[in-house]
């Protein structure tokens, strides 16, 4: 008898036990985030002057339940890091007609330090603003004599978040005057017109609505620190030009394609947003 | 034959005799589970990681049998109690018959 109503105790509690962690499964906007004990991230800060919306901006990261945000603490951990390790072995590998690798002209990929904070920005030459993969791209073609990455092409996917990981912990830094002023204006715009039969703009979730529910998806704030991000659902590495693709879908909308001048203006505003906050890729999300 | 297949292990450098650590192991591999059809209706072949074992110092920690429908890069986390100096060995077997193997040395 006395053994049952220990159990029953026990029992009881259990279930206390469960429900308590249920209501805090999800994170606190105020956890801190650092990857392996040592790199400490910024995933909350004031927002930038240009961001009339917010007070504060906040990673993604902050969003996400405590075991999504566990798996970006530690990159044994983090499943993108098998992406980056395929992306050393082809900065490693000589590809085109001129024979050359990354590592030829660039050498250590710890060369690449701090230039994801800068991106996407303008490009003098060409004359107009230009994302990491472009920059990719032209290395590709001019340089190494050989044929471009598709934009969501895994190589792409890889070099990218090779790339941005070596800024990891840095803050966001892209410049929004100056020329590339215009397009920055473009990404703005478009930021704030609504898409699609559903007459959705970007602000009315990620500014307007963040941290609420839109059914069952969690809202952030939208922010590209992260990217290219590793989505649980899709097991893979995302660019951020193919999630604007998937909310401007959900919109439904007829959407821009991947690397089209919309989609780098609009990246160009997005990444402004998140002036402050540290990169964090390749961030982990669902 | 699977390829870009690469072992991955995390085992703390040094312990105390007598502790219990962590090992964590990842293998990249696209664990093909030989249910799936291709374009043109023909299955696609089964390819898996189909055995994993752990053996420190010569004995046994760990023998897993790995069956169809684990995910791609098996992850595989698990627990050793460490007596002494030594090496922990980790062997991964292929449905195609190639063998991965890591090794990691641990001081007490």
């Known amino acids: ?286 | 034959m699977a390829s870009g297949v690469k072992p991955r292990v995390k085992v703390p450098k040094t312990a105390s005799a007598g502790d219990t650590i962590t090992i964590k192991t990842l293998i990249s591999h696209p664990m093909e589970s030989g249910q799936r059809k291709d374009s043109d209706g023909n299955l696609v072949p089964r390819s898996i990681i189909n055995r994993f074992t752990c053996d420190f110092n010569g004995e046994n920690v760990i023998d897993v049998t790995l069956e169809p429908s684990i995910s791609t890069n098996p992850y595989l986390q698990f627990e050793a109690v460490v007596p002494e100096a030594g090496e922990f060995k980790f062997t991964w077997y292929d449905d195609d018959g190639s063998v991965y193997e890591e090794a990691k040395p641990i001081t007490v």
């Open chain 1, 1 to 286: 008898m006395a053994l049952a109503t220990s159990t029953k105790i026990a029992l009881g509690l259990a279930l206390a036990g469960g429900v308590a962690a249920g209501t805090t499964a999800w994170a606190d906007e105020d956890d801190i985030l650092v990857i392996n004990g040592e790199t400490e991230i910024i995933t909350k800060t004031d927002a930038p002057a240009h961001v009339e919306g917010l007070d504060t901006i906040r990673s993604g990261w902050t969003f996400r339940t405590v075991e999504t945000q566990s798996l970006q603490m530690d990159d044994f951990d983090n499943p993108a890091m098998i992406f980056v390790d395929q992306g050393i072995d082809s900065w490693n590998a000589a590809d085109g007609a001129a024979g050359k690798s990354c590592a030829d002209c660039h050498e250590d990929p710890e060369s690449m330090t701090g230039l994801r904070t800068k991106l996407p920005k303008w490009n003098e030459a060409a004359g107009e603003v230009w994302t990491m993969e472009m920059y990719i791209n032209a290395c590709r073609t001019e340089r190494m004599e050989a044929e471009p990455w598709g934009w969501k092409s895994q190589p792409m996917l890889n070099m990218t978040a090779l790339i941005g990981n070596q800024s990891r912990g840095l803050p966001m830094a892209v410049e929004i005057d100056g020329p590339a002023q215009a397009t920055w204006e473009q990404g703005k715009e478009m930021y704030y017109t609504r898409y699609g039969q559903l007459e959705l703009s970007c602000a009315n979730c990620h500014e307007d609505n963040y941290d609420n529910y839109i059914r069952a998806d969690h809202l952030s704030q939208g922010q590209t620190n992260g990217f290219p991000v590793y989505r649980l659902k899709q097991a893979n590495l995302i660019a951020a030009h193919n999630r604007f693709k998937g909310c401007i879908r959900d919109t439904r909308a007829e959407t821009y394609s991947e690397g089209s001048p919309e989609f780098v203006a609009l990246e160009l505003y997005v990444a402004s947003r998140g002036n402050g906050l540290s990169v964090e890729t390749p961030a982990v999300r669902n």
